[in-house]
């Protein structure tokens, strides 16, 4: 009898036991895997991190010519009348010479020379921007002329590329953009302070440039139509998306209509963003006429986009608020309305602010829809300011990031990089922005 009764009461023992070592093992191996899973994202993150800062960091620099140039009046205004309209006639060829002038001047003020090498060929390290920039220049003050102007001109792409390390001597010898007498000259140029690298304003400031010049390719009109389209999205997509999502939530009966929409709602933001660039193709520039590549048919677009994003966010910060706050509001006699907006809606802006935000995010980085609507095209124009700019051509920085990775000049890849580093620097902020107003407008209950 002790037998049996000992051998009854320890199986159920040894058999949990069992069980425990069984639940503890497979314990063990999910943290595993939940470690390495967690190590492998970590991992990408930093290649790919590492990936385009390694090849972005250098957009933010450039090398410069530092020249003294005297703008010549025998080639500018052979007349002297200093009139306009004459001196917009003279194209870029005519102040080619000048620079070329300043830089055999400067190079013989330093004793410095190359043998093998004439002054066309010494004046080829300019960037073909720089005749451009420098007609530019005297068109916006004519009483220039005359004057003798210090410049900071862009060298060329392979002369920069040269101290960024995409060009060497042994890659010279087989390009024929650059030599190596021209890589020779450059060192003892920068040896004499005639060539400097330094930070590189123009990357933020400057439009687009050609196949040719990508030394002096920037971001200006592409940041300017990302901020044109984000404020677009902003106005429609804020006061739309929350009106909608306070009327569902609050006040819509619940009957198939509103099940519906509320099902619509969730497909729509499941739905490819190219589609709704074909949306904004057929819809708003062939049907409505309004202009391609303009900022008002992207803003557009992306609000689209994003509505249902924010809709969903919003219904999710309402739902949250407890029913208890809605029941004490009514039973001291406040009316629907006043119990939504006076209390539910306050205590609901911090999920609000952050899905709003994280849509308006979302938004800034897509290109599918863009491009469809014409916003890759070449600008080099400004637009102009609001209202009227959100009519004229502009481009975009997602589209602008695009359209330079289809460039061949390794240079323009670069540039690429630097654009998507600037991007994920206003997505980060965006992110920022977000946690700061939802801790801002956070209320306890």
Not at 17 to 43: D, T
Not at 195 to 203: C, E, Q
């Amino acid at each position: 009898m002790t037998d049996f009764t000992v051998e009854t009461i320890g199986k159920p023992a040894l058999i949990n036991r069992a069980r425990i070592e069984r639940r503890n093992a497979s314990e063990r191996r999910f943290r595993r895997l939940g470690v390495v899973a967690v190590a492998i994202g970590v991992l990408a993150l930093v290649v790919l991190m590492t990936s385009i800062f390694t090849g972005g960091l250098s957009a933010f620099r450039q090398t410069y010519i530092s020249l003294d140039i005297f703008l010549d009046p025998a080639r500018l205004d052979k007349d002297g009348t200093r009139d306009p309209d004459a001196i917009a006639k003279i194209s870029t060829f005519g102040y080619a010479p000048l620079i070329e002038k300043a830089l055999v001047d400067a190079m013989a003020a330093k004793g410095v020379a190359v043998d093998g090498l004439n002054a066309k060929s010494a004046a080829e390290m300019v960037s073909k921007e720089a005749p451009a920039d420098l007609r530019r220049y005297v068109l916006a003050d004519p009483s220039v002329i005359g004057q003798t102007v210090r410049f900071d001109l862009l060298a060329g792409g392979r002369i920069d590329g040269y101290y960024k390390g995409r060009v060497s001597m042994a890659s010279a010898q087989l390009d024929r953009n650059v030599s190596p007498e021209q890589l020779m000259l450059a060192d003892k140029l920068r040896e004499a302070g005639i060539l400097t690298t330094k930070f590189n304003w123009g990357f933020f400031t400057a439009p687009d440039a050609s196949d040719t010049r990508p030394e002096a390719a920037g971001l200006g009109v592409a940041i300017i139509g990302s901020a044109y389209m984000m404020l677009i999205v902003l106005v429609l997509s804020l006061p739309l998306g929350v009106a909608a999502s306070i009327y569902l939530e609050e006040f819509a009966p619940q009957n198939r209509f509103t099940d519906l929409i509320e099902v619509n709602i969730a497909n729509l933001a499941a739905v490819p963003s190219i589609v709704f660039g074909i949306l904004g193709l057929a819809v708003l520039i062939n049907f409505v006429g309004l202009p391609q590549s303009a900022p008002i048919v992207g803003g557009l677009v992306l609000t689209l986009m994003t509505l249902p994003t924010i809709i969903i966010a919003t219904r999710a910060s309402l739902k949250a608020v407890p029913p208890s706050i809605r029941d004490a509001a009514l039973g001291v006699g406040a009316s629907k309305m006043q119990a939504t907006f006076h209390h539910v809606l306050p205590l609901a802006m911090p999920g609000i602010m952050t899905g709003t935000i994280i849509g308006l995010a979302r938004a800034l980085g897509e290109t599918a829809p863009l491009l469809l609507i014409g916003m890759v095209a070449f600008v080099r124009e400004f637009p102009a300011g609001p209202p009227e700019g959100f009519f004229d051509p502009a481009s975009a920085l997602p589209v602008q990031v695009y359209n330079w990775t289809q460039r061949g000049d390794p240079a323009f890849i670069e540039r690429a990089s630097g654009a998507i580093i600037v991007l994920l620097v206003f997505l980060l902020a965006m992110n920022i922005i977000a946690v700061v107003l939802r801790r801002r407008f956070e209320r306890r209950w």
